[in-house]
T-cell receptor, first 112, second 115 residues
């Protein structure tokens, strides 16, 4: 059984650009949640996807958007990148919306 | 009301000692309290979790103590080892009572276990 995987591992983008981050959920998991972790802080909830529908959103602007595919993998898209978007982006999968969440290794995004 | 307050910010413990990390919350709708362990450059790993119907849960060297009336919970690491050196996060969520199982994280505790 493979765990949660994320790609790419690291990414450097310029302010104003757009970025897409990818997540493959653990086998048997139909729910994916995305979190942003700034340096030295705890993860902050961005949104959750359950069976391809958004199932809750945190306090992030609309330029943060996502998708979930029929195989339950997911993408996080961020438009008009800002310097403050530099962070570790974490994906967590779970067997359902109200079950334990298991995190992937994250994607380190640097915006210059 | 959505915050989870975690202390201490950092902790140094001798090998074999007990590490204790505390968290407090305000939202009485929280009903799921996990602890995560994070090593540098890695994602958080689920360590142990508790629901409010029990006051204590133990898994190996890790124990969660939960005080519902005080709205506090803590992680105890017995016989701490240098390999336990990591950042520990407490978290909370509303579970079935909320619209989504979003985790609200504490600010983290950097634990260093000295040999």
């Amino acid at each position: 059984e493979t765990g949660v995987t994320q790609s790419p591992t690291h990414l450097i983008k310029t302010r104003g650009q757009q970025v897409t981050l990818r997540c493959s959920s653990q086998s048997g998991h139909n729910t994916v949640s995305w979190y942003q972790q700034a340096l030295g802080q705890g993860p902050q909830f961005i949104f959750q996807y359950y069976r391809e529908e958004e199932n809750g959103r945190g306090n992030f602007p609309p330029r943060f958007s996502g998708l979930q595919f029929p195989n339950y993998s997911s993408e996080l898209n961020v438009n008009a990148l800002e310097l403050d978007d530099s962070a570790l982006y974490l994906c967590a999968s779970s067997p359902g919306p109200f079950y334990e969440q298991y995190f992937g290794p994250g994607t380190r995004l640097t915006v210059t | 009301q959505q915050q989870v307050k975690q202390s201490p910010q950092s902790l140094i413990v001798q090998k074999g000692g007990i590490s204790i990390i505390n968290c407090a919350y305000e939202n009485t709708a929280f009903d799921y309290f996990p602890w995560y362990q994070q090593f540098p450059g890695k994602g958080p790993a689920l360590l142990i979790a508790i629901r409010p119907d029990v006051s204590e849960k133990k898994e190996g060297r890790f124990t969660i103590s939960f005080n519902k009336s005080a709205k506090q919970f803590s992680l105890h690491i017995m016989d701490s080892q240098p390999g336990d050196s990591a950042t520990y996060f407490c978290a909370a969520s509303e579970g079935y009572g909320g619209a989504t199982n979003k985790l609200i994280f504490g600010t983290g505790t950097l634990l260093a276990v000295q040999p």
